[in-house]
């Protein structure tokens, strides 16, 4: 990082926004290096640590600033590579996933539009009217579809919840599109390391 100082002497609080955003981006692939080379070599955590991973980047808080995506596709991509079982890292995603969308549906049902106000959501206001356009255009099918679009995957079960969905259609769509998206999710990796290899 000391480089960075010496080749900008001339940094400036202009340029704090910009810093402060690579930092995070490179603290972020810290993260999910160390995340995933901890799997690597502690093949018993690898179930729960899927499923919170899928749980906090279903999440409408902790989406917005936990990025669990990528160490999810590189805990694939340990499968891929035979370390790993694919079928309980499988369910441990789809299940952390269905439950932090249940945990959003019920967050929005509880406390209604009053959610938008709290950080991280108040950093990002046009998120819900998003969700409810989603909602409005598609209904419960939005549940689903919306699980694949990472911005809607924080808005659409908050706000299912706030226009009171009904609870067992959304939990349909709820649980079916999450053993997709987990399954999606964690594909790349598992099949593409096969297929380089022949194996």
Do not use: C
């Not at 080379?37 to 729960?48: D, G, L, S």
């Not at 409810?132 to 699980?147: D, K, Q, S």
């Amino acid at each position: 990082m000391a480089h960075i100082f010496r080749r900008h002497p001339d940094v400036s609080r202009s340029h704090a926004p910009m810093f402060g955003s690579w930092f995070f981006a490179q603290t972020m692939e810290q993260y999910t290096h160390a995340l995933i080379e901890f799997v690597r070599t502690n093949q018993v955590w690898a179930v729960p640590i899927v499923g919170a991973l899928a749980f906090a980047e279903s999440l409408a808080f902790m989406s917005l600033i936990v990025p669990a995506w990528a160490a999810l596709v590189g805990i694939g991509a340990l499968i891929g590579m035979g370390g790993l079982e694919f079928w309980p890292i499988w369910v441990a995603a789809a299940v952390g996933a269905a439950l932090g969308d249940w945990l959003s549906y019920w967050l929005g049902f509880t406390f209604k539009d009053n959610i938008a106000h709290v950080w991280p959501l108040s950093r990002y206001p046009d998120l819900l009217p998003k969700g409810e356009a989603f909602i409005r255009r598609f209904g419960v099918f939005a549940v689903a579809l919306g699980r694949f679009f990472g911005p809607l995957r924080a808005s659409v079960p908050l706000v299912a919840g706030i226009f009171v969905m009904p609870f067992w259609p959304f939990q349909v769509a709820n649980f079916g599109s999450a053993f997709v998206w987990a399954a999606v999710l964690l594909a790349p990796g598992t099949l593409g390391l096969h297929w380089l290899t022949g194996a």
